[in-house]
């Protein structure tokens, strides 16, 4: 094959693998950033949730029904 072909297909192939790099990049940032985002909710939830209980049994968690003994009928 042609030196130039080479290096036109070398080149080619380069920018698929540097374009696919930076997709997959910016998958990994999307979830972390929806991760980070649904942690800062449930702090925040549960932290109401808490507030709103008041002292009930003295907890600052709320209970839920899993954690209460009983299991959910689904799983």
């Given at each position: 094959?042609?030196?130039?072909?080479?290096?036109?297909?070398?080149?080619e192939h380069t920018r698929?693998?540097?374009?696919?790099?930076?997709?997959?990049?910016?998958?990994?940032?999307?979830?972390?950033?929806q991760r980070r985002r649904?942690?800062?909710?449930?702090?925040?939830?549960?932290?109401?949730?808490?507030?709103?209980?008041?002292?009930?049994?003295?907890?600052?968690?709320?209970?839920?029904?899993?954690?209460?003994?009983?299991?959910?009928?689904?799983?």
């Amino acid at each position: 094959m042609h030196p130039d072909i080479l290096r036109q297909l070398a080149a080619e192939h380069t920018r698929d693998l540097i374009t696919e790099a930076g997709e997959a990049r910016r998958t990994r940032e999307a979830r972390h950033t929806q991760r980070r985002r649904l942690a800062a909710h449930l702090r925040r939830s549960t932290r109401l949730a808490a507030q709103q209980s008041g002292s009930r049994r003295g907890s600052r968690i709320p209970v839920t029904p899993a954690a209460d003994g009983r299991v959910e009928a689904s799983r």
